[in-house]
């Protein structure tokens, strides 16, 4: 599992985040869930929740993945100077997006396995 390095997170700090919001930011960016953020971080999940208001609220957004989207335009310079392969980060938030995306379609929309088939 990728683990966030010092300028990543001092990158996502600009966005006017605590240490710990940029924290909760990487690791939506990475596509994982409250509930798994809670797992990693060692916090309860209501907490994580909190930071996850706070972040979208902080970042004028509506959604994680448009926090998540964010994120990723913060961290592109620092992704590519760390020498960090931009390609999987840019893959996680295509698979991010197809999450979300599955979880507002059905299973039968002609768009929904169009999308499935694409990304497979």
């Not at 448009?66 to 590519?80: K, L, S, Y």
């Amino acid at each position: 599992m990728p683990q966030p390095d010092r300028r990543t997170l001092e990158a996502l700090a600009s966005l006017k985040l605590t240490p710990r919001e940029a924290e909760v930011l990487f690791w939506i960016s990475e596509g994982k869930s409250n509930h798994d953020i809670s797992v990693i971080l060692g916090a309860s999940n209501g907490t994580i929740c909190k930071h996850v208001e706070h972040i979208l609220c902080k970042l004028n957004v509506e959604n994680r993945t448009a926090a998540a989207v964010i994120a990723h335009e913060t961290c592109w310079p620092t992704t590519q100077r760390s020498g960090n392969r931009s390609g999987q980060s840019r893959a996680a938030l295509v698979v991010f997006v197809a999450e979300q995306l599955s979880e507002l379609w059905s299973d039968s929309c002609e768009i929904y396995n169009a999308v499935t088939a694409l990304i497979a």
